[in-house]
Antibody, heavy 121, light 110 residues
Framework: QVQLQESGPGLVKPSETLSLTCSVS????????WSWIRQPPGKGLEWVGY???????NYNPSLKSRVTISVDTSKNQLSLNLISVTAADTAVYFC???????????????WGQGTLVTVSS | QSALTQPASVSGSPGQSITISCTGS?????????VSWYQQHTGKPPELMIY???NRPSGVSNRFSGSKSGNTASLTISGLQAEDEADYYC??????????FGGGTKLTVL
């Protein structure tokens, strides 16, 4: 059974960098595509970006200049870095595995429990 | 990219059917058959209920069904049960090779 677990600081100061890790167990991280999705408190979901199993990435245009998603295959971990954060980046951050059907790879079938990151001084 | 448009809330009584709409444009919902639906209970991560407009992942009840007409996708839940009370989100692939979610719909089972 695939399990995902996010970890990282729960509090980040404005203008600093948000860094999160997602540990994947029950399967190799190299076999699938992965994604980060975030959810501000009381609000809806926002897609942050994908990383494909060849290392290529694709990001939400509204975050593209500030976000980096990477994979550490030796640790079976997914990472998210978001620079120059503001209060608007306060959210629960989820990592998720991309589900691939016979025709597409745009759903998410396994999710971590999510981790709340608050941006505040 | 703009979020897809969903009604803020819908409600129904046990046993009834409800439909949640998800409206986008020809650049997302209308242009591709890559709409997914997620169920999210309070304090939990979302769960994939429908992918590629109308397909159910293994283990998802056949009371959940999806469809699309033009730029609007729909999720129908039949035989409504108390456990269906949750937030529901649609998502779609876009012509910019990105993904966009809907604003979410709160389903209340009366």
């Amino acid at each position: 059974q695939v399990q995902l677990q996010e970890s990282g600081p729960g509090l980040v100061k404005p203008s600093e960098t948000l860094s999160l890790t997602c540990s994947v167990s029950g399967g190799s991280i190299t076999t699938y595509y992965w994604s980060w999705i975030r959810q501000p408190p009381g609000k809806g979901l926002e897609w942050v970006g994908y990383i494909y199993n060849n290392g290529n990435t694709n990001y939400n245009p509204s975050l593209k200049s500030r976000v980096t998603i990477s994979v550490d295959t030796s640790k079976n971990q997914l990472s998210l870095n978001l620079i120059s954060v503001t209060a608007a980046d306060t959210a629960v951050y989820f990592c998720a595995r991309v589900f691939c059907s016979s025709s597409s790879c745009y759903g998410f079938d396994y999710w971590g429990q999510g981790t709340l990151v608050t941006v505040s001084s | 990219q703009s979020a897809l448009t969903q009604p803020a809330s819908v409600s129904g009584s046990p046993g009834q059917s409800i439909t949640i709409s998800c409206t986008g444009s020809s650049s997302d919902v209308g242009g591709f058959n890559y709409v997914s639906w997620y169920q999210q209970h309070t304090g939990k991560p979302p769960e994939l209920m429908i992918y590629d407009v109308s397909n159910r992942p293994s283990g998802v009840s056949n009371r959940f069904s999806g469809s699309k007409s033009g730029n609007t996708a729909s999720l129908t839940i039949s035989g409504l049960q108390a456990e269906d009370e949750a937030d529901y989100y649609c998502s779609s692939y876009t012509s910019s090779s990105t993904l966009v979610f809907g604003g979410g719909t709160k389903l209340t089972v009366l």
